[in-house]
């Protein structure tokens, strides 16, 4: 079974719409780590935000937000007003006790922003 | 203050040949983490080296080898190469303290195609 599961594999959205990316994980550990991470063309993957599992305090950045929702085991991640900048591979990871804590990842969302 | 440099950029084999990927960590960082992302996919852990030994492996075969040298450098090696060996090779370097806590850095890769 997947430890992440990213079920969306392309969204495609105009500029300036908001964009929710699912993330949803699997863990028998009850402390764990969450992360979203961008992957632009060039290929590096940058790090957008780190969540422990006693936090589940929602998250803004700017047009970033994260709503981590430990009774669904879902940690969503949000743009809102998006921009053509935004496009790129999204991906969610898990890093937990029983891994190791070396980060698992989702296959991967690809966020497509049309001007 | 550089972060994780990955070299070559880009790389062709051909099938049964042996190639070596390099990899320097970011300053500050001990620990050596490498990854292989096919195509549309998610990254998938190879390996991990702490002071100059492999830490923990993941579901890979002999062919995949690696070094980590005093000065925190990492070498990944692939004996026999396949094309499914073809992907994009990350490394990713954490902080002393735990990748737990901080998360990795990430290179931008070598990719390599095997032919």
């Known amino acids: 079974a997947q430890k992440v599961t990213q079920a969306q594999t392309e969204i495609s959205v105009v500029e300036k719409e908001d964009v929710t990316l699912d993330c949803v994980y699997e863990?028998?550990?009850?402390?764990?780590?969450l992360f979203w991470y961008k992957q632009p063309p060039s290929g590096e993957l940058v790090f957008l935000i780190r969540r422990n599992s006693f936090d589940e305090q929602n998250e803004i950045s700017g047009r970033y937000s994260w709503n981590f929702q430990k009774s669904t085991s879902s940690f969503n991640f949000t743009i809102t007003a998006s921009q053509v900048v935004d496009s790129a591979v999204y991906f969610c990871?898990?890093?937990?006790?029983?891994?190791?804590?070396?980060?698992?990842f989702g296959r991967g969302t690809s966020l497509i922003v049309h001007p | 203050d550089a972060g994780v440099t990955q070299s070559p950029t880009h790389l062709i084999k051909t099938r049964g040949q042996q190639v070596t990927l390099r990899c320097s960590p970011k300053?500050?960082?001990?620990?050596v983490s490498w990854y292989q992302q096919a195509l549309g996919q998610g990254p998938q852990f190879i390996f991990q080296y702490y002071e100059e030994e492999e830490r923990q492996r993941g579901n890979f075969p002999d062919r995949f080898s690696g070094h980590q040298f005093p000065n925190y450098s990492s070498e990944l090696n692939v004996n026999a190469l396949l094309l499914g060996d073809s992907a994009l090779y990350l490394c990713?370097?954490?902080?002393?303290?735990?990748?737990?806590?901080?998360?990795?850095?990430f290179g931008s890769g070598t990719r390599l195609t095997v032919v």
């Open positions: 990871a898990l890093s937990e006790p029983g891994g190791s804590y070396i980060p698992t």
């Open positions: 863990t028998r550990d009850t402390t764990y780590y």
């Open positions: 990713a370097s954490s902080h002393p303290t735990g990748v737990q806590n901080y998360g990795y850095t």
């Open positions: 300053s500050g960082h001990d620990t």
